[in-house]
């Protein structure tokens, strides 16, 4: 009987030992650490295995969390920088065509306090992070005095186009950086810079959608006739609520029409203007 546990220590590829237990010889393999009998070293070896599977799963949890928080650190980054650039753009274009009401109110700034709603700005681009869809948001208004914007209609427009183009441009050079260094996206710093494109391409869609108060309904309203723009002036009113509702009530619809968006842009115009 030894000899047989023996071959099948050897076929396993474990080298084995005599131990001497209760007066009597037993074959165990050298990989356990105690001298015992041999249903208790089955057991052992057994409970060994399932200890090493429970502290590498364990690490496993804290190492996706880690990666979590630094994922979500990223995109925390990347939502102030970019909603910054976004918002002064605005400001700087509305004060460019006479209007100094967004630059008397400390708007004209890259400072990220300044410009940043907590819900939309932060609590929503996370939340859709976390969920794996496409993240995007808003931010606090630009106050505007529509009759100071020089060139009427179409002054209104370029102020409210400015932000969005921004977001187009800097997702833009994000993708240029990762194309022509040829690094990979999915891992490394090119996933950051990656990433970067995704949320910037993310603001321009949703900021384009013309609900108001997003930039897309500024561009509406300039167009519209003088009735539209009334009821587009009271819808303004409660543009936080709106947002909050349109998230809520249609987040499926948009997380699809955003995902679809941005991988349009990415693959058919971006794709094609670096070939």
């Given at each position: 009987?030894?000899?047989?546990?023996?071959?099948?220590?050897?076929?396993?590829?474990?080298?084995?030992?005599?131990?001497?237990?209760?007066?009597?010889?037993?074959?165990?393999?050298?990989?356990?650490?105690?001298?015992?009998?041999?249903?208790?070293?089955?057991?052992?070896?057994?409970?060994?295995?399932?200890?090493?599977?429970?502290?590498?799963?364990?690490?496993?949890?804290?190492?996706?969390?880690?990666?979590?928080?630094?994922?979500?650190?990223a995109v925390l980054v990347i939502i102030l920088?970019?909603?910054?650039?976004?918002?002064?753009?605005?400001?700087?274009?509305?004060?460019?065509?006479?209007?100094?009401?967004?630059?008397?109110?400390?708007?004209?700034?890259?400072?990220?306090?300044?410009?940043?709603?907590?819900?939309?700005?932060?609590?929503?681009?996370?939340?859709?992070?976390?969920?794996?869809?496409?993240?995007f948001g808003g931010a606090k208004p630009v106050p505007l005095n529509f009759s100071r914007i020089k060139g009427g209609n179409v002054g209104i427009a370029l102020v409210a186009i400015a932000g969005p183009l921004v977001n187009l441009i800097l997702a833009y050079l994000a993708f240029c950086v990762v194309y022509y260094a040829h690094v990979p996206v999915d891992a490394g710093w090119g996933f950051y810079v990656f990433l970067a494109v995704q949320v910037n391409l993310g603001f321009f869609v949703f900021n384009l959608i013309?609900?108001?108060?997003?930039?897309?309904?500024?561009?509406?309203?300039?167009l519209a006739p003088q009735f539209i723009q009334t009821a587009m002036e009271k819808m303004e009113r409660f543009g936080l609520i709106i947002m909050i509702a349109l998230v809520l009530v249609f987040g499926s619809f948009l997380t699809a029409f955003m995902g679809n968006a941005i991988n349009f842009i990415i693959v058919d115009i971006f794709g094609r203007l670096v070939l």
């Open positions: 009987m030894p000899f047989i546990v023996m071959v099948l220590f050897w076929i396993l590829g474990l080298k084995t030992r005599l131990v001497r237990r209760k007066e009597k010889l037993t074959l165990l393999p050298y990989c356990l650490l105690l001298p015992v009998n041999s249903h208790f070293a089955i057991r052992s070896s057994f409970s060994f295995n399932v200890s090493l599977y429970s502290v590498n799963y364990s690490l496993s949890i804290w190492y996706n969390i880690y990666m979590n928080i630094w994922y979500l650190l920088l970019s909603m910054s650039l976004h918002e002064m753009s605005h400001a700087y274009v509305a004060y460019w065509l006479g209007d100094d009401t967004a630059r008397a109110q400390g708007r004209l700034t890259l400072n990220p306090l300044k410009h940043i709603d907590p819900v939309m700005s932060i609590a929503v681009p996370l939340l859709f992070a976390l969920s794996g869809g496409p993240i013309p609900i108001p108060p997003l930039d897309g309904s500024r561009v509406l309203y300039a």
